[in-house]
């Protein structure tokens, strides 16, 4: 059950309105790494979460906050389209540079939404459930999210130095704490899960059934060999099964490919010798 709260978590309020700015807030509300996709992201791997019921009540207790961070960012859209002066931003997209960087307002928020927030990322592209991640084991989706709230920070912080809006900042400094919080709590969950089991992925597969001479090798499959300078390249692997190795002349190991050609009711090339 949830139980909702009219007050915001936290402030969300503009000092002016900026249609062009609210186009562009969008990417972190509906985009690949918004808040709708770690809201979605978080409660389904809760509600999917089988006997580890620790695990499963964090993620049910993030998951709702970023239900609140949608709100929002939902709202300081729909305060940034108020009275928007929408004849002077197309003015202002008019510039050529300009208009390639900021492309104006979104039309669809006057057209579809009343000026309201959409589900959708910054070029109008609607949210994907494809975006989430919830595969039902535990370690791969940690690591998912920890990806999810780099990528979330690091856009935020990026619309966060595009505005001198200290009402806008205030509230994308509440986004961005989040965040730091966020990552930090996914880094112990990881490394909590890895004390646990091992930090391969799925850690219950047996080794012996996998080609164990390729398990550490890193492959120098471009020119110039100084990846093998990398950690990645030399002493013990990571999962402490094996020590790394380098390969600086890859050699291919298998056969030549050789089709046979198609049967004559698929209409293929024919062939350039048939059978007699």
């Not at 112990?188 to 992925?201: C, D, G, S, Y």
């Not at 490919?257 to 209409?267: D, K, R």
């Amino acid at each position: 059950m949830f139980y909702h709260v009219k007050e915001l978590q936290y402030n969300a309020k503009p000092d002016r309105p900026d249609p062009v700015y609210a186009k562009k807030l969008q990417e972190v509300l509906g985009g690949q790494f918004g808040e709708i996709t770690v809201m979605m992201q978080y409660l389904f791997q809760g509600w999917n979460c089988r006997g580890e019921e620790k695990y499963r009540d964090m993620l049910l207790d993030i998951g709702t906050e970023e239900i609140a961070h949608v709100e929002m960012l939902a709202t300081m859209i729909a305060q940034l389209l108020d009275h928007a002066p929408i004849e002077e931003q197309e003015q202002a997209a008019k510039n050529p540079v300009i208009g390639a960087v900021m492309g104006g307002m979104n039309p669809q928020h006057a057209i579809v939404s009343g000026l309201g927030a959409t589900p959708t990322d910054s070029a109008g592209y609607p949210f994907n459930a494809r975006y989430t991640i919830a595969s039902g084991n535990l370690l791969a989706d940690f690591r998912a999210n920890l990806n999810a709230e780099s990528q979330g920070r690091l856009q935020v912080v990026r619309l966060y130095e595009m505005t001198d809006d200290k009402g806008v900042r205030d509230m994308l400094s509440w986004l961005i704490a989040r965040d730091t919080m966020h990552q930090n709590q996914w880094m112990a969950a990881i490394e909590e899960l890895e004390q646990r089991q091992k930090p391969i992925v799925p850690s219950t597969f047996n080794q012996k059934y996998e080609k164990q001479e390729v398990s550490y090798s890193f492959m120098n499959y471009s020119l110039g060999e100084e990846s093998s300078e990398g950690r990645w390249a030399n002493g013990k692997s990571m999962d402490g099964q094996g020590e790394f190795k380098y390969v600086s002349e890859p050699k291919a190991l298998g056969q030549k490919p050789a089709l046979q050609p198609a049967p004559g009711y698929i209409h293929g090339t024919p062939p350039t010798n048939p059978k007699q």
